[in-house]
């Protein structure tokens, strides 16, 4: 008798049987994201394996590189989202068949993947897979039963851990602690095949879901409570703590019912959106517009780095870090000396909070080698100058290394502002020639601006945007221009907070009203931290270029007038003690302002915190829009990417471009038009805005 033939299920899960065990294919590129078609297909396919008089199992494995990323993301917030089946209903037809449903995990299985391997009887992995509920660095909590099965199944308190954290395990800790039943060191399929019809014939159906949970003693409030408030997913946090705590208090069914109505909340909720946002952003930034198909990229075995700093050192240690060697190359002996203690010590304090081994501190210790010689960098692949920030000493520079590096070598420039296309004019290789700007600590913060010159090739940026993937940075290209995306768009920013403190508002309230609404630092004591004479030369350079007709705010230069440049002198914009990092209110400051308000003509008044906030961030979202109309950023959503990773905007709200697409482009236009009735010529709307608006747009990208 002839077989009937198997059900076509969706166009991403594929059925096979094999024997008496019903396989089921995720195959919905590139994660397997539970999407619709696929909840749909699992459900379709388990439901007629369960009524099938030929099938005694079914298994489930992932195509290509992964069982499960998880939730299709893409369709939150959408239709899609609510079509049933839903997880849940998937789950349901597991536990009320009478076969055993084997989850066959390679790769990983992360979110609704793993919440799915959770529901089925059994779970099988490879040793190389991770499993991990990482919902709460998007903002949310696991919405298919996550926080109410893994405490059943690992404990409460290890749960908790991993839910709350977001951190995967790989698959030996998996199996110690109770998530998979068994590793498979060969091929999975038929392992796993083979496990399902021994389950099968033992009648072995083992559920989560049936298993008590005892009282683990955790103190929940503490948890909560413990939840740093400015954690961009402070709660998220807080909310998996909730979903964990009703595990153990709740039935498991009303434990599923209140873990998705907390997840419904949070997936419409600004910070799970402003954090989806950058999820797709940052994947979205290394991507180069108009880049050939198959443009070469060149082999960076060796980096050579010119100048033993702060920041020289960092750039050292980032490429170190990630395993490739360095030559650090100084002009004097006691500078080099300076520049490796300080490498030595920061690598010290690592080992001192137990993150870094002493044997891994040595290995990347000897990936560095100090230099005082140029002959030692001519064989590097990428070169990167990281030395004062003065276009005579640059081009000086970038001619010698001209003359020194091998034919083929990236030269790169680390400013944070200058003029590469003249910087590169200083060799016969302008080709060669691209900035790298990192941000400090170099070591530590994800962003690298990648500038591309006029004359820089194609070949150059696809090695850079590699490149910087590979060291574990954020890349985003942007184009030449005074302080390209980033502080450009700062000095705008700067300007208000002047503006605003000429005004009536003290150097405090307005860092304070900036920092209630998320950001890292205020912009006055950041201006201490970084140092205020970087940014006064930059104003004293291109003083001959500033329209004459427009406001100009002359306390920050008053400031650094009276030998104030920050934390390095022990005066700012605030004062400092001696070794302290603390800034203090300052009578000086106060008396700077009030005399730069009286010549100005200007009456001081109370202002207010929501003031402060909007004319800082309309300022930052203004030059934007404008960065992007002149091509020097390739997306508004790369904007956003810089700010969070750079400048310490809050990831909760998405970054400055995002944050004007959820006030609505048509609300900020209208703040930005009444700010420039009241302010005049700084705030004539960038004329993108304008067009967005008028089209009828709600996003910049178009």
């Known amino acids: 008798m002839t077989p009937a033939p198997l059900p076509e299920l969706s166009d991403t899960v594929r059925l096979e049987t094999h024997g008496r065990v019903a396989v089921l294919w995720l195959d919905s590129p590139p994660v397997n994201g539970l999407g619709n078609t696929v909840r749909r297909g699992l459900h379709d396919g388990i439901a007629w394996a369960m009524g099938s008089a030929d099938v005694d199992a079914v298994v489930v494995l992932g195509r290509g590189s992964a069982f499960s990323g998880g939730a299709d993301i893409r369709q939150f917030n959408t239709p899609a989202m609510f079509e049933r089946p839903l997880s849940r209903d998937i789950a349901a037809a597991i536990a009320a068949g009478r076969k055993p449903v084997v989850a066959a995990i390679h790769g990983v299985a992360f979110g609704g ?7 089925c009887h059994h779970r099988l992995a490879t040793p190389s897979a991770k499993l991990g509920l990482p919902e709460v660095t998007l903002g949310l909590v696991p919405g298919g039963g996550g926080t109410q099965r893994l405490p059943r199944l690992i ?12 951190a995967a395990v790989n698959a030996r800790r998996a199996l110690e602690i109770g998530l998979v039943d068994r590793l498979v060191e060969g091929d999975l399929l038929p392992a796993a095949v083979e496990f399902a019809a021994q389950a099968a014939a033992r009648g072995d159906l083992p559920l989560a879901a049936t298993r008590a949970l005892p009282d683990a003693g955790i103190d929940f409030a503490a948890r909560r409570a413990a939840v740093a408030p400015k954690l961009r997913n402070a709660l998220a946090q807080q909310a998996v703590v909730d979903c964990v705590e009703a595990a153990t ?3 498991f069914e009303d434990g599923l019912t209140f873990e998705r109505a ?5 997936v419409g909720a600004p910070e799970s959106r402003a954090l989806r946002h950058l999820f797709f ?18 082999d960076l075995r060796e980096v050579a780095v010119l100048g033993a700093g702060t920041m020289g050192g960092g750039i050292a240690m980032a490429y170190a870090n990630a395993g490739i060697p360095v030559v650090l190359l100084e002009r004097e002996h006691a500078a080099l000396d300076r520049g490796m203690d300080l490498i030595r010590r920061n690598y010290g304090v690592t080992v001192a909070k137990g993150k870094l081994s002493e044997a891994d501190m040595a290995r990347r210790m000897a990936l560095i080698r100090p230099t005082l010689s140029y002959a030692d960098i001519a064989a590097a692949d990428l070169v990167i100058e990281a030395v004062f920030e003065d ?14 590096c091998k034919p083929g070598a990236i030269l790169a420039t680390n400013t944070s502002r200058l003029d590469i296309d003249e910087i590169a004019r200083a060799t016969t290789r302008p080709q060669d020639v691209v900035g790298l700007h990192f941000f400090s600590p170099a070591n530590v913060m994800k962003l690298l601006e990648v500038v591309r010159g006029e004359a820089t090739s194609q070949e150059v940026i696809a090695s850079c945007m590699r ?9 985003v290209l942007v184009r030449v221009c005074e302080g390209f995306v980033g502080n450009r768009m700062l000095t705008g920013y700067w300007r208000e907070a002047w503006f605003l403190v000429e005004e009536g508002a003290s150097p405090q309230q307005v860092d304070r009203a900036l920092t209630d609404f998320g950001m890292a630092m205020g912009p006055l004591a950041m201006g201490d931290l970084a140092g205020l004479d970087i940014n006064w030369a930059a104003r004293k350079r291109l003083a001959p270029t500033r329209p004459a007709h427009l406001r100009y705010s002359k306390v920050a230069d008053r400031i650094c007038e009276a030998g104030r440049f920050g934390q390095k002198t022990g005066a700012g914009w605030y004062r400092y003690e001696p070794g302290s990092r603390t800034p203090l209110p300052d009578p000086a400051v106060d008396a700077i302002v009030e005399q730069c308000a009286a010549e100005a003509g200007i009456t001081r008044r109370p202002i207010a915190d929501q003031e402060i906030v909007e004319r800082c961030m309309l300022a930052l979202v203004n030059e934007g829009a404008r960065l992007l109309e002149e091509g020097i950023a390739q997306r508004a959503s790369d904007i956003d990417v810089v700010y969070v990773n750079g400048y310490g905007f809050p990831a909760s709200r998405g970054g400055p471009m995002f944050w004007a697409e959820t006030l609505g482009l048509e609300r900020t236009l209208d703040k930005i038009r009444a700010l420039e009735r009241v302010h005049g010529g700084h705030w004539v709307p960038a004329p993108l805005l304008v067009r967005r608006v008028a089209e009828g747009q709600v996003r910049f990208d178009a």
């Open 467 to 475: 490149m910087a993937q590979d060291i574990g940075k954020v890349p």
């Open 155 to 166: 404990g409460v308190e290890r749960a908790l851990d991993m839910v709350q954290s977001g």
């Open 113 to 119: 993947g793993l919440e799915f391997a959770l529901a």
């Open 249 to 251: 208090r709740l039935s």
């Open 262 to 266: 907390v997840f419904e909340r949070l």
């Open 391 to 404: 276009m005579a000493v640059k081009r000086e520079v970038f001619a010698r290394l001209d003359a020194v």
């Open 281 to 298: 952003a940052e994947r979205e930034a290394p991507k180069v517009a108009g880049l050939p198909a198959g443009t070469a990229r060149r």
